[in-house]
């Protein structure tokens, strides 16, 4: 039997689904790549505007309907509320999450003057650049990593900010002049990760996409992070940050144990940033995203989003 993994047309997109390809491949599964356009991809109106699901919903329409076997998102792009009809058979492991900078003359983000112009069309992003206080202008950019990196080559802008999985993936990860400390610009929640889906039902699918593709300690973390999202009811239009790290301790009597790292971030309509961290078990992993997001409503959180935000997915 020959899989037919979907994917959306971008070149990231392929290229991301190709990797989980050639993994399958490797394992002895023949696999054909199918392309699906989406509603985000044929339109160029900014994110925040277009809704939840713009990047996905075709092909999951598609894997319900059986015109696929699997279908493979940017897993940042997911709705929160999960698709009875599909199940989340696998996380592989995920690539750097971090933001990376493209500037001209190669300059790192503290060697940009004054007024630069940084092109993002992230409300994250934004709110955290503006949230340094270093003057810079940022202004709202949409299109693939061609066009975006394309503004900066001409001179339109000064920079841009965009995803170092994306840059890494394509194989061009030199275009990046800086990969940003997460202490100065927190990604969005599951940035860098990937969400392998199939139909609910295909229980023999589900157990081979997970004996080759899952990752343990990706899906925890990535489960931490949107489960702070998924409490904050935080929509594509929110200016939220989420990234946790798996590492190991030390009990008590000396054995070792995995635990999820959680930090948070939330802008507000102030230009403040809200800011918050939890360690726990990596086994209460969504406990401690939802916990980590009720000490962020408590610190005004919920007055800092913006009043349209319903549940969704923040770049």
Known sequence: MTLRIGTRPSALATAQTGLVAERLEAAG????????????????APVAELG????????????ARGEIDVAVHSYKDLPTAPDPRLHLAAVPQREDPRDALVARDGMV??????????????????????????????????????????????GELDAVVVAAAGLIRLGRRDDATELLDPLQ????PAQGALAVECRVDDLELARSLAAVLDDTATRAAVVAERAVLSTLEAGCSAPIGALADVVSDLDDDGHVIDQVSLRAVVGTTDGALLRASVTGDMDDAEKLGAALAAELLDMGGLAALPRNAGSGVPR
């Open 109 to 154: 983000l503290g060697e940009l003057p004054s007024g630069a112009r940084i092109g993002t069309g992230s409300p994250r992003r934004k709110a955290q650049l503006e949230a340094l206080g270093l003057g810079f202008e940022v202004l709202p950019i949409r299109g693939n990593v061609d066009t975006r990196i394309g503004k900066v080559r001409s």
């Open 52 to 63: 939840v699901g713009v990047f996905v919903s075709a092909l999951r329409e598609a894997l």
């Open 29 to 44: 599964h023949a696999c054909e790549l199918v392309q699906i356009s989406t509603s985000g991809d044929r339109s160029s």
């Open 185 to 188: 610009m927190l990604p969005a």
